[in-house]
């Protein structure tokens, strides 16, 4: 651009030396001829110079006030796209009539023979173009207009002026300090942030000396010297990259950045620094490293078993107690194991949910639960489960303390409860307790008996509601003025007898409100107190008295009492024992009676009676887990018929005659192996509840069919693959609430009114029982829609056996064989030794295992008739062994009230023969025993499987 400037100023120069020249030539006419020639010689040279400069140009003459446009040069031509020619002769006033800045221009050159220098957008020869123009006077009447098209340099300018405006915004906007350096170390370049960062004084800032300026930084810093060595090590390295902290003196950290500013070509033109304040993201590190570390030692040493679970369920952290809950070192967990891993299968369904419920209300409500955790040894722990979602993540925090030593004390405690509360129960006294406010919590069944009215219409009452079925008015009475002693001082007026005695209330009086009349009765109150003596209830016992003098009342009270208590305290192997005798002499009687005799049906009734007793124990039994033979070949269409015919069926449809029962049975349907008694009860219970689930109108759907199942089926109850047998019973009921579907096959459990209809044992024996053959369970609820059982069977090939003809005594008559008989129960062992007299045995008995080994050191007998239980001393097992030491030959049976047990099988093994469970009849005990004495010496037979 200078060059051009510099032509165009050497042009205009020549031309008006030139014309200064011809004008003296002309004056002085010397050499004309030489001079014209050289004139025309450089006016040619000039004329070529003009025409072929790149610049365009524009000639004008002076002509009065006007001037008019004599010659332009090839540019010109060029950068009008041949327009100007057109122009030749024109006046400028007309050309810029619109634009008399151009005209003024002309003028002002003119006038003052000098140059000008203009910025114009072209409307003429180059519309719309930037133009530079230089006005320019040609001694003696000429004006030449040099014009230069600059668009793109003023573009070029334009976008420069922008970036450096766009740069300068970004340095000063930065949220970095910024410090740029040329290659000579020396700064060219500092933003705003970094003054306000460094808080440099204007006096620094002005000093072209940076000394000033790093004197006075590294006056700030807390470790200068680390400081200047990067920074000498930058510079000495001029190609590298840095990143480090700085730490102020005023606790402010800056994180600093250095690299080399290079073009395209790699040319290094200097280094750029950069400064960020990290002040407050490093005090924020430190306040998360504290609280990590804090929240770390709590986890740590919270005290229960604490675990951080991935989405997944995987295990990602656990603390050292979880370590001593599970066995495993933390390694062997973080990263490996599966939350699953630790649960015990009965819970995992429950518990897969529990994650997903964190959900909602995560870091709000923690959730709550319990289940049982299978450590690395595979013991089982019943844990307390506590967890909750970690807000923000998909994390879950579950802390678990291992609760199994209050779950045993609690276990006691409701067992302690539940014996409490059955002891009041079934109290023969009238029994009530009231709490502290008065209010009834419990009115048991001697009370409902002597008031005629129900628990549930008194439970929760107070203001001396339990007066009023004894008085017919509201007032107090002993269990009242053993909770407020001052306030009912006239109380002993209101009875016949009143005494006090170390808290112990009692009283006698007549109660004139019964529905049984006038009757006369004892009562006793006394105080309940918790754990710190602190009073919290009181009993009170009332006993009708009205025959308390007559002796042979009390004594039969007193032998119910005894006999409640018996009942209560007992169980199923004592019970059976009772049973035995029932049905052993019934039978005797049935025996030696003829057909004729009254007395004859009275021995069946008793015989069917003990039947029924002997399949109640059963289901207690079911329940225990103990008993169930399943060896028999059972067709499921055959016990639904029969249970459909039976007269618990027809009672059922007498009472709900709106529901309708359905059947669909495969008629080709497989058999199973069973216990026919067992899965006629299951069919019952399914019928029988399906039934009374409806309220109104509605029906019950009895299905069978064959299934395989090709693979295992989770749902309630897992069912793996294989042939089965599946009995499903719906109904069309109010079904059953989710929460309830966990809880309907635990004992007791019930959702029926207390003394309509239900004991809870229904569902707890068809579990029982389809789990003694190896089944499983599915349940599917829905409320409102109604239920449905599906139980599944495992198939037999085998077929159904004809049902065996009753033997012939005959056939198992004794031939005069010695049998000791070996009971801890008297009238058990004369029952037996009566049964086996009549079969013709030569009978002795002993009451227990020592006085039996004791008995064969000096006696001889083929066979001993062994009791498994016997208490006190050794029972059955021992008693064989050790008889077995001394008569290695010796043979026995065994008998018992209870199921086959292992110790039943060791005895087997130790050469004892077939099982006989109690109570037993002529023939099956007969039977076992000749099988025994024909059987030969050192051969086993399989225990008798009795239902």
């Given amino acids: 651009m200078k060059d051009e400037e510099k032509t165009r100023e050497q042009l205009m120069n020549e031309l008006a030396t030139i014309r200064l020249r011809v004008a003296e030539l002309e ?106 123009v230089h006005y320019g006077f040609i001694p003696p009447d000429l004006i030449i207009i040099h014009t230069e098209d600059i668009t793109e340099r003023k573009q070029a300018e334009d976008g420069l002026r922008w970036k450096t405006a766009l740069l300068e915004a970004q340095m000063n906007t930065s949220i970095d300090g910024i410090l740029v350096v040329n290659g000579n170390q020396k700064r060219i370049l500092i933003n705003r942030r970094l003054i306000d960062l460094w808080n440099i004084p204007q006096g620094i800032l002005n000093d072209e000396d940076d000394k000033a300026l790093l004197d006075y930084v590294v006056s700030l810093v807390q470790y200068p010297e680390k400081f200047l060595e990067k920074v000498v090590y930058l510079y000495d390295h001029p190609d590298e990259t840095s990143r480090d902290e700085i730490e102020f003196k005023s606790g402010m950290v800056l994180d600093r950045y250095s690299a080399p500013v290079l073009d395209q070509n790699g040319y290094h033109f200097g280094r750029i620094w950069t400064f960020r304040d990290v002040t407050e993201r490093k005090r924020s590190e430190e306040a998360l490293r504290q609280s990590e570390g804090l929240y770390r030692a709590i986890f740590e040493n919270t005290g229960a078993a604490t675990v951080v679970l991935e989405k997944d369920t995987t295990i990602g952290l656990v603390n050292t107690e979880y370590e001593k809950l599970s066995g495993y070192q933390r390694e062997e967990i973080e990263g490996k194991k599966r939350w699953t891993e630790f649960v015990a299968p009965e819970d995992l369904e429950r518990l897969l949910t529990k994650p997903d419920q964190c959900g909602r209300d995560a870091g709000v409500t923690p959730k709550r639960d319990e289940f049982q955790f299978l450590d690395r040894y595979g013991n089982i722990k019943n844990v307390a489960l506590c967890f909750d979602r970690i807000p923000s993540t998909k994390k879950t925090i579950a802390s678990l303390l291992d609760i199994s030593d209050r779950k045993r004390a609690e276990e006691t405690l409701r067992e302690s409860q539940r014996a409490l509360a059955d002891i009041i129960e079934f109290f023969p006294d009238a029994t009530m307790i009231i709490d502290k406010k008065g209010r009834i919590t419990a ?46 001082e006239n109380l002993e007026k209101l009875y016949a007898s009143f005494q006090t005695q170390r808290g112990l209330l009692w009283g006698e009086g007549f109660a004139t409100n019964l529905s049984s009349g006038n009757r006369y009765f004892s009562a006793t109150a006394v105080a309940l107190h918790d754990s710190r003596g602190k009073t919290v209830a009181a009993i009170e016992c009332i006993r009708d008295m009205t025959e308390h003098k007559k002796i042979e009342a009390r004594l039969h009270r007193a032998e119910k009492m005894e006999a409640l208590g018996t009942l209560a305290g007992g169980v199923a192997h004592d019970l059976n024992n009772i049973l035995g005798v029932l049905v052993g002499y019934a039978e005797l009687l049935v025996a030696k009676l003829p057909e004729s005799s009254p007395l004859t049906k009275f021995a069946g009734h008793i015989l069917q009676s003990s039947e029924k007793g002997a399949a109640i124990i059963q289901d207690l039994l079911t329940l225990a887990r103990r008993g169930v033979s399943v060896s028999e070949v059972v067709n499921l269409n055959k016990v639904i018929a029969g249970y459909l015919k039976s007269p618990e069926y027809e009672k059922l449809k007498s009472y709900h005659g709106d529901v309708a029962v359905r059947q669909d049975l495969a008629t080709d349907l497989y058999n199973i192996k069973g216990s026919p008694v067992h899965l006629g009860k299951t069919v019952m219970n399914l019928i029988s509840n399906a039934v009374e689930a409806i309220p109104c109108l509605g029906a019950v759907t009895i299905r069978t069919e064959n299934r395989y199942v090709d693979y295992a089926i989770s749902g309630y109850d897992d069912v793996q693959e294989g042939n089965y047998v599946v009995l499903s019973v719906s109904d069309t009921g109010s079904g059953i609430a989710a929460s309830d579907v966990g809880k309907i096959f ?23 029982t389809v789990k003694d053959h190896h089944g499983y369970i599915e349940v599917k609820s829905d409320e409102g829609a109604g239920t449905t059982f599906t139980l599944y069977f495992p198939v037999t090939r085998e077929e159904l056996i004809r049902e065996r003809e009753k033997a012939d005594i005959d056939s198992y008559l004794g031939r005069g064989e010695s049998i000791l008989v070996v009971d801890d129960m008297e009238f ?36 001993l008739l062994l009791d498994m239980i016997m208490d006190p001393g050794i029972d059955g097992l021992e008693t064989f062994r050790r008889v077995r030491e001394i008569k290695p030959d010796q043979k026995a049976i065994i008998v018992s009230g209870f199921a086959e047990t292992e110790r039943v099988r060791m005895a087997q093994e130790l050469g004892a023969g077939e ?33």
């Avoid at 009215?453 to 269990?479: Q, S, T, V, W």
């Avoid at 109570?919 to 499987?945: F, M, V, W």
């Fill in 828 to 863: 058990q062992r004369e029952l037996a030794v009566t049964m086996l007299n009549k079969l013709n045995y030569k009978v002795s008995a002993v009451s227990g295992g020592e006085e039996a080994v004791s008995y064969l050191r000096n006696h001889q007998a083929d066979l």
């Fill in 746 to 768: 635990e004992p007791f459990y019930t959702k029926k009114t207390m003394g309509r209809s239900g004991t809870g044992l229904g569902l707890a024996v068809v579990w029982g």
């Fill in 443 to 488: 009115w048991n069944r001697a009370m409902e008996a002597l008031t005629s009215i129900k628990a549930e219409d008194m439970l929760g009452k107070g203001n001396y509601e339990y007066a009023i079925p004894f008085y017919g008015c509201r007032r107090p009475i002993l269990i009242d003025h053993v909770l407020n002693p001052g306030r009912n």
């Fill in 27 to 132: 004056k002085s006419g010397i050499e004309r001829k030489g001079v014209e020639n050289a004139l025309k010689e450089s006016e040619e040279r000039l004329k070529r110079l003009y025409q072929e400069s790149p610049i365009p140009s524009f000639t004008w003459q002076k002509r009065g006030d006007d001037f008019i446009l004599i010659d332009f040069n090839h540019a010109a031509t060029q950068i009008t796209r041949g327009n100007v020619g057109h122009y030749i002769g024109s006046s400028a006033r007309e050309m810029y009539q619109n634009r008399q800045h151009i005209l003024s221009d002309m003028e002002l050159c003119y006038k003052h023979r000098s140059v000008l220098r203009r910025e114009i957008v072209s409307s003429n020869f180059a519309p719309g173009r930037s133009l530079s």
């Fill in 915 to 947: 099982y006989v469970r109690k109570p037993y009849n002529l023939e099956k005990i007969g039977l076992a025993i000749r099988n025994e004495l024909d059987r030969k010496s050192g051969r086993n037979t399989s225990p008798i499987q009795n239902t």
